[in-house]
């Protein structure tokens, strides 16, 4: 057992190892990367990659059958085809076949994207120590929303033993009891329209317990927390998905991505877990992107799941 905990946690170490360290800011980095992708550094050549950081006289290659997709400091977002190259400069120049679709979300996109990136290569295998120790999972767990901003009413997820068991949903607020429901026969409430209204800048908890006098002993979750998304960044970001909605010529796996971004820069950790899904189901093979998703679960307090998803990086 201890040998298999060696193993784990070297592997764990080699994946979140950044691929190229650099002292100069990047000018980009690579969205996606599929078949045969080279780039030409100071005249030697590197394997392309997921999360790539690219800067100026960087020539990126791709063979027979082989795409990448780059985004720039500036906003631009690029797609390279096959058979083409692109070298790398202040604003990027392509010299392919084809010329590549791109579409440009604003110079704040590109340290979004750097971000969400980033949460492949943070805290290592300490992190997996903290959470192969950590203890059972409970009878009943508040699941969703946790840690996390929310857009619009939340819609409340937990795990119970016995579905059936009578509960009571109750949500804070900074003075005490703000909203209670009682729950049967279901893992999921969606906060009702002619509930008090939940106002943006107001830190909310949310907790279940046994009702039943009879259920012994009784069972209460831990709190959750979360906050209201305000309407001026709830704008400010469907704007932003609105401009990524307009790539026509861009891979699933890279609108997957850079949604997941947005979302993680909003704190909307619910919304990037489930976008970082939608981009493994369209690429498994990336163990990046799992990486991604392990340290979203972490965050938002799901350990098991997250243990799951670094358990199938060690099967690859």
Same mark, same amino acid.
């Given at each position: 057992?201890?040998?298999?905990?060696?193993?784990?946690?070297?592997?764990?170490?080699?994946?979140?190892?950044?691929?190229?360290?650099?002292?100069?800011?990047?000018?980009?980095?690579?969205?996606?990367?599929?078949?045969?992708?080279?780039?030409?550094?100071?005249?030697?050549?590197?394997?392309?990659?997921?999360?790539?950081?690219?800067?100026?006289?960087?020539?990126?290659?791709?063979?027979?059958?082989?795409?990448?997709?780059?985004?720039?400091?500036?906003?631009?977002?690029?797609?390279?085809?096959?058979? *083409? %190259?692109?070298? &790398?400069?202040?604003?990027?120049?392509? !010299?392919?076949? @084809?010329?590549? #679709?791109?579409?440009?979300?604003? /110079?704040?996109?590109?340290?979004?994207?750097?971000?969400?990136?980033?949460?492949?290569?943070?805290?290592? *295998? %300490?992190?997996? &120590?903290?959470?192969?120790?950590?203890? !059972?999972?409970? @009878?009943?767990? #508040?699941?969703?929303?946790?840690? /996390?901003?929310?857009?619009?009413?939340?819609?409340?997820?937990?795990?119970?033993?016995?579905?059936?068991?009578?509960?009571?949903?109750?949500?804070?607020?900074?003075?005490?009891?703000?909203?209670?429901?009682?729950?049967?026969?279901?893992?999921?409430?969606?906060?009702?329209?002619?509930?008090?209204?939940?106002?943006?800048?107001?830190?909310?908890?949310?907790?279940?317990?046994?009702?039943?006098?009879?259920?012994?002993?009784?069972?209460?979750?831990?709190?959750?927390?979360?906050?209201?998304?305000?309407?001026?960044?709830?704008?400010?970001?469907?704007?932003?998905?609105?401009?990524?909605?307009?790539?026509?010529?861009?891979?699933?796996?890279?609108?997957?991505?850079?949604?997941?971004?947005?979302?993680?820069?909003?704190?909307?950790?619910?919304?990037?877990?489930?976008?970082?899904?939608?981009?493994?189901?369209?690429?498994?093979?990336?163990?990046?992107?799992?990486?991604?998703?392990?340290?979203?679960?972490?965050?938002?307090?799901?350990?098991?799941?997250?243990?799951?998803?670094?358990?199938?990086?060690?099967?690859?």
């Amino acid at each position: 057992m201890r040998a298999r905990e060696i193993f784990f946690s070297l592997i764990v170490i080699l994946l979140v190892t950044p691929v190229l360290t650099h002292s100069q800011t990047p000018t980009a980095v690579m969205l996606s990367c599929s078949g045969d992708v080279m780039i030409v550094r100071d005249g030697q050549t590197i394997k392309g990659a997921f999360g790539l950081n690219l800067r100026p006289g960087d020539e990126i290659r791709t063979g027979q059958d082989s795409q990448a997709e780059i985004h720039f400091d500036g906003g631009n977002w690029v797609r390279i085809g096959s058979n *083409s %190259s692109m070298q &790398v400069k202040g604003q990027p120049q392509a !010299k392919p076949e @084809e010329p590549p #679709a791109g579409v440009s979300m604003g /110079t704040k996109s590109f340290q979004t994207v750097q971000n969400f990136i980033k949460l492949k290569n943070s805290e290592g *295998s %300490s992190s997996l &120590v903290r959470l192969r120790s950590g203890e !059972k999972h409970p @009878e009943l767990r #508040a699941e969703s929303p946790r840690h /996390t901003m929310v857009r619009g009413r939340p819609t409340f997820r937990w795990s119970v033993s016995d579905p059936s068991t009578e509960l009571k949903l109750t949500v804070y607020d900074e003075d005490g009891v703000y909203w209670q429901h009682e729950v049967l026969d279901t893992m999921a409430l969606t906060y009702p329209a002619d509930a008090p209204p939940l106002a943006p800048g107001t830190a909310y908890s949310w907790t279940l317990e046994t009702t039943d006098p009879l259920k012994f002993p009784p069972l209460r979750s831990q709190a959750a927390f979360f906050e209201i998304l305000s309407t001026e960044d709830d704008e400010e970001l469907q704007n932003a998905l609105g401009e990524i909605a307009r790539e026509g010529e861009s891979s699933v796996s890279a609108v997957h991505l850079v949604r997941a971004s947005l979302f993680f820069e909003y704190n909307l950790l619910d919304e990037a877990i489930a976008e970082t899904q939608r981009a493994i189901a369209v690429d498994p093979e990336n163990p990046a992107l799992r990486s991604i998703l392990a340290r979203l679960y972490a965050q938002t307090g799901r350990s098991a799941e997250a243990l799951d998803e670094y358990d199938k990086i060690l099967e690859k």
